[in-house]
């Protein structure tokens, strides 16, 4: 295993198109997390699954976000609608849950920009 | 709300010297999980180090160690012996300890900026 993979690594888009971001964790990890970075700040979460549950939701993820975990393997997060606002990291993490100390392991993201 | 400041936006130290990052966070939570995480340029960030706030002794990875300090609620990363490899941003994390309904999320500070000159 080769860790948390994020596809695509890089994606420009035009304002008002929809795009979709793909996260693979870790096989044994059963919890998946996302979290947005912008320029200069720390990660923010956006969401949290457990197996296949979405447990929690930020209350920053407008409706025109969505994720799922189907399976609860892979997970993917739409953005319906982009606006230049939403040009920034999008992480990927995942853990198991053991207790872990609260590790997670992090992909190396999908920088998105809204042009 | 739990909340975590750092207020160094940048660093920078001599190679093979040491530094201290700080960190502060606000909580009225008595377990919880502190950590710090390392992200260099362009790549996945990564785990330094991780302190558990019931154990009153210091972490201490190699090279990496903390000062946790809970009554003052401060957690702060010493680097000794600094590298060229640490070059990185680092990013103060906070966790709930995972009791039933507790949330899973990390809570990240602003982040420092290390440079390491040779």
């Known amino acids: 295993d080769t860790g948390v993979s994020q596809d695509p690594r890089h994606k420009i888009t035009k304002r008002g198109q929809n795009v979709t971001f793909r996260c693979d964790p870790i096989s044994e990890h059963n919890r998946l997390y996302w979290y947005r970075q912008t320029l200069g700040q720390g990660p923010e979460f956006l969401t949290y699954?457990?197996?296949?549950?979405?447990?929690?939701k930020s209350r920053l993820l407008s409706d025109r976000f969505s994720a799922e975990r189907p399976k609860g393997s892979f997970s993917t997060l739409e953005i319906q609608r982009t606006e230049q606002g939403d040009s920034a990291m999008y992480l990927c993490?995942?853990?198991?849950?053991?207790?872990?100390?609260?590790?997670?392991?992090f992909g190396s993201g999908t920088r998105l920009t809204v042009v | 709300a739990q909340t975590v400041t750092q207020s160094q936006p940048e660093m920078s130290v001599q190679e093979a010297e040491t530094v201290t990052l700080s960190c502060t966070y606000d909580?009225?939570?008595?377990?919880?999980?502190l950590f710090w995480y390392k992200q260099p340029p362009s790549r996945q960030m990564i785990l330094v180090i991780r302190?558990?706030?019931?154990?009153?002794q210091n972490a201490t990875e190699n090279r990496f160690s903390v000062n946790f300090q809970k009554a003052a609620k401060s957690f702060s990363l010493k680097i000794s012996d600094s590298q060229l490899g640490d070059a990185a941003m680092y990013f103060c994390a906070y966790r709930s300890y995972p009791y039933g309904g507790a949330t899973n999320k990390l809570i990240f500070g602003t982040g420092t900026l290390l440079a390491v000159q040779p």
């Open positions: 993490a995942s853990s198991s849950g053991l207790g872990t100390l609260g590790g997670y392991t």
């Open positions: 909580t009225s939570e008595s377990d919880y999980y």
């Open positions: 302190q558990e706030a019931y154990k009153q």
């Open positions: 699954f457990q197996n296949e549950a979405q447990l929690e």
